[in-house]
Nanobody
Framework: QVQLVESGGGLVQAGGSLRLSCAASGRTFSSYAMGWFRQAPGKEREFVAAISWSGGITYYGDSVKGRFTISRDNAKNTVYLQMNSLKPEDTAVYYC?????????????????WGQGTQVTVSS
């Protein structure tokens, strides 16, 4: 069992930055790939980024490529999402998730555990 708790969301102006954190419980964090997803009101949950269990493989959704960076610290059981050059369309609830697949996935159904989400609001 893995429990995930996101933090770091908030209100920021367009062009600004935020860093989200996701703290995981349990001793097996390093054996899970991790992902970030987001969901805006009235929209489906969207893939943002994923990182393999070792941190050696990362990949991003097209809408955030070049602006967001995912990283992890297995010693701290934490995954991060650094978000730069934020746009109003980045406004959403951001969720972290853990997957037993070694490289993670683009698909929500391939993640086994989810956090409760943290709100990110970008004003224009």
């Amino acid at each position: 069992q893995v429990q995930l708790v996101e933090s770091g969301g908030g209100l920021v102006q367009a062009g600004g930055s935020l860093r989200l954190s996701c703290a995981a419980s349990g001793r097996t964090f390093s054996s899970y790939a991790m992902g970030w997803f987001r969901q805006a009101p009235g929209k489906e949950r969207e893939f943002v980024a994923a990182i393999s269990w070792s941190g050696g493989i990362t990949y991003y959704g097209d809408s955030v490529k070049g602006r967001f960076t995912i990283s992890r610290d297995n010693a701290k059981n934490t995954v991060y999402l650094q978000m730069n050059s934020l746009k109003p369309e980045d406004t959403a609830v951001y969720y972290c998730a853990a997957s037993r697949r070694s490289r993670g996935s683009y698909y929500t159904y391939e993640y086994d555990y989810w956090g409760q989400g943290t709100q990110v609001t970008v004003s224009s």
